[in-house]
């Protein structure tokens, strides 16, 4: 299967794709993630997309085609993907068709996070991940066993640096604006399945399993 994730920031996006990615075996590309760990490598790309995201504001079209470009001709990448965060613009988007025609390959669902801007702050502003893992809690809705420690390895974890209400706003702006049409994008393809990205994680998951049984 071939998916994407669309949904404003703390929709919950981060939270559903590791349990979709075991249960269908699909690589998860996440381009925030990928972006993340570039600034904190201080690769070119790291370095020019910093600015923009500490911002809020999303990074060049060329950037992000450019690495999921690369990611998806990875041979762990051929069977099915979930593309989470990407694409936020309609070029993106056309872009993305542009690959997947050249690889014969089309997308199965768009899963359309939709949520009230109301609910986002109080997500957004008690995430805490681990890095490496990419693990998300939440400090009352998902808590650690320890606070500020990943369960698994026991690591700590970090806050994000754009999780401010005050950086959120700018997201969020860029979420209606930029990336809003491409669900009508899709919309009119008719692959857009609408989930209740409001109710608890266990619930969602329910949601999402039944999009994509039927
Ligand atoms: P990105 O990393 O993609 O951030 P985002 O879209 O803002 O989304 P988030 O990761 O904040 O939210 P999520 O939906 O994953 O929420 P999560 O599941 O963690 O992008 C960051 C930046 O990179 C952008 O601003 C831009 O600059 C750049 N960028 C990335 N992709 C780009 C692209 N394609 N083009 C251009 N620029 C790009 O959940 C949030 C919190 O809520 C967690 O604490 C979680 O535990 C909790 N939670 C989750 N679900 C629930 C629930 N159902 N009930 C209660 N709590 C929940
Ligand atoms: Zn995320």
Redesign the pocket.
């Known amino acids: 299967k071939r998916l994407i ?1 669309i ?11 590791p349990i979709i990615k075991d249960e269908y075996c699909l690589c998860h590309l ?4 990928m ?2 760990a570039a600034v904190a490598a201080k690769t070119p790309l790291g370095i020019k ?1 910093k600015e ?2 500490d911002k ?6 060329d ?2 085609v450019g690495i ?1 470009d690369d990611a998806m001709k990875k041979p762990s990448c051929q069977k099915g993907v979930i593309l ?6 309609v070029v ?1 988007a056309e872009k993305l068709d542009e690959m997947l025609q050249k690889q014969g390959a089309k997308i199965d669902k768009v899963l359309n ?1 939709a949520i009230d801007d109301a609910i986002l702050e109080e ?2 502003t ?4 681990h890095p490496s893992s990419g693990r ?3 400090t ?3 808590p650690p066993k320890v606070p500020g420690v990943d369960d698994v390895t026991g690591e700590p974890l970090i806050q ?1 640096k ?2 401010t209400a005050a950086v959120l706003k700018s ?1 969020l702006e ?2 209606h604006r930029q990336t809003e049409p491409v669900i009508g994008y899709y919309k009119n393809k008719g692959a857009v399945a609408e989930l209740h ?5 266990k ?2 998951t329910t949601e999402v399993q039944k999009v994509l049984s039927s």
Do not use: C, N
């Open positions: 994730l949904g404003p920031p703390g929709s919950g996006k981060g939270t559903q794709s996440a381009t925030g993630d972006l993340r997309a923009a995201m809020g504001e999303l990074v060049s079209d950037l992000v999921i989470d965060g990407f694409p936020r613009t993106q996070f997500r957004i008690g995430r805490w991940i998300t809690y939440h009352k809705f998902a994000r754009d999780d997201r860029a979420f990205a409001e109710k608890s994680p619930e969602v």
